[in-house]
């Protein structure tokens, strides 16, 4: 059974960091993407951050290019999110996600096989 499990959410003041881990497990990943997307009231959900489990390849939204990095440990089978100078428009539940998308639909939702029930990241001005 494939389980994703999100941690490392919390509040902070806009500017400050916060790092999101997402521990996989129950099949093998390597043909697969890792992805972070976020939700916040009232809106669709959307990519943040993705990477090839088997690849050095990375892709990142716009709106968090510079300022997140994405990452893998292939001993724990985890991919993190590392988030810097926090705005407050980062603010939603963040959720992690695993599918097996085209390059042209890395970042839909709907390419997403296996997803985690969410952490919640808060960022205050």
């Known amino acids: 059974q494939v389980s994703l499990v999100e941690s490392g959410g919390g509040s902070v003041r806009a500017g400050g960091s916060l790092r999101l881990s997402c521990i996989a497990s129950?099949?093998?990943?390597?043909?697969?993407?890792i992805s972070w997307f976020r939700q916040a009231p009232g809106k669709e959900r959307e990519f943040v951050a993705g990477?090839?489990?088997?690849?050095?390849?990375?892709d990142y939204a716009d709106s968090v290019k510079g300022r997140f990095t994405i990452s893998r440990d292939n001993v724990l089978n985890a991919v993190g999110l590392q988030m810097d100078n926090l705005e407050p428009d980062d603010s939603a539940v963040y959720y992690c996600?695993?599918?097996?998308?085209?390059?042209?639909?890395?970042?839909?939702?709907?390419?997403?096989?296996?997803w985690g029930l969410g952490t919640q990241v808060t960022v205050s001005s």
């Open positions: 129950g099949r093998t990943f390597s043909s697969y993407w």
């Open positions: 990477l090839m489990w088997t690849s050095p390849y990375t």
């Open positions: 996600a695993a599918g097996r998308p085209t390059y042209s639909s890395r970042r839909a939702v709907d390419s997403y096989d296996y």
